[in-house]
């Protein structure tokens, strides 16, 4: 009897373990992807090509810096956004 | 004696139908940007179809007692993703990029901005300079204002941008482009950084008429700032 108990508790713990180390494996997996698909954005030539496009648009509108971080750093996105999408190198 | 008090009465009955004009719906168009890129700076082409754009942005202004709002037309009629883009660029740059809400009962003003975030402040009556200086606008004659703040520029040093309106005095109504409002007049003329409104349509209302504040979750114009600059 005692050794059944042990066993279903045995059990119990390494089934629970084993579902722990799956989510975690899950998200792991997840964690991975974003961060591959973060590495292509970023290694991607274009981006490269579109920060430059989106900070030239900025510094020709602002040459004289009267718009605040803010104004700024909206421009440089939707700057970005816009040459990601439709400029081509 | 039967020709003063025929006289009385057209004056009474005038002063009560302008008073009854309680709401109305002004259209501004941009009369004027005056910026032109440096000749050597780059990305020239982005910022001229962006000028252009602006260019042919026209705005509402509704107001009715004691409630406004300030929307852009554009972005109603907008067909594809690159001229979404490029009104957003030409909002950002040169025009509006947010809509305005003033509920002056409740002291509050709300900005829908283009990315979709609604801030919501107390609102403060702007100190404006008013002068002599006069012009006629349409038929209107209109006096001069200034209205100044300072902010932090994106160099991290203080800056000062002057805001100058041309109100009419004979159009009773504290209202404007933006959020500039509360001369004794409406503004119907309005120069912020390089971009000039100007009112070309106005339409005033006997009735009062129905302007809805946006509903949705507020944040603060700090907290709006911390989200963009995080990059979220």
């Known amino acids: 009897m005692k050794k059944l108990f042990f066993s279903a508790v045995a059990l119990i713990a390494f089934s629970s373990v084993s579902m722990a180390n799956n989510i975690t494996i899950e998200e792991e997996s997840i964690s991975n992807i974003n961060k591959i698909e973060q590495k292509r954005i970023l290694d991607d030539p274009k981006t490269d090509f579109c920060s430059n496009i989106a900070a030239d648009v900025l510094s020709s509108r602002d040459p004289d810096n009267k718009l605040s971080s803010v104004e700024a750093y909206r421009i440089y996105q939707i700057s970005l956004n816009a040459c990601l999408n439709f400029i081509k190198k | 004696m039967k020709i003063l008090i025929s006289v009385l009465s057209l004056f009474f009955l005038t002063s009560f139908k302008s008073s009854a004009q309680s709401s109305g719906k002004i259209t501004y168009e941009i009369k004027a940007i005056n910026f032109e890129p440096k000749k050597d700076a780059k990305q020239n082409e982005l910022i001229d179809l962006s000028i252009s754009t602006a260019k042919s942005q026209t705005f509402t202004l509704l107001f009715s007692d004691l409630k406004s709002s300030f929307t852009s037309n554009s972005g109603k009629m907008e067909e594809d993703m690159k001229e979404k883009m490029l009104n957003q660029l030409a909002l950002l740059m040169f025009t509006c990029?947010?809509?305005?809400?003033?509920?002056i009962s409740l002291s509050i003003e709300l900005f829908k901005k283009e990315d979709g975030a609604l801030i919501k402040n107390e609102y403060k009556k702007k100190e404006w300079k008013i002068t002599s200086e006069s012009k006629k606008i349409d038929?209107?004659?209109?006096?001069?204002?200034?209205?100044?703040?300072?902010?932090?520029?994106?160099?991290?040093?203080?800056?000062?941008?002057?805001i100058t309106a041309w109100f009419a005095p004979s159009l009773p109504y504290s209202y404007g482009p933006k959020n500039y409002n509360g001369l004794p007049g409406l503004i119907l003329e309005l120069q912020d950084w390089d971009t000039t409104f100007l009112a070309t349509k106005i339409e005033l209302f006997d009735k009062e008429i129905e302007i809805d504040l946006p509903k949705g979750k507020t944040i603060t114009q700090e907290e709006y700032e911390r989200k963009v600059l995080s990059g979220n």
């Open chain 2, 97 to 103: 990029d947010f809509d305005y809400f003033l509920d």
């Open chain 2, 139 to 162: 038929s209107y004659l209109c006096y001069k204002a200034t209205y100044s703040y300072t902010y932090l520029g994106r160099d991290n040093k203080t800056k000062e941008r002057i």
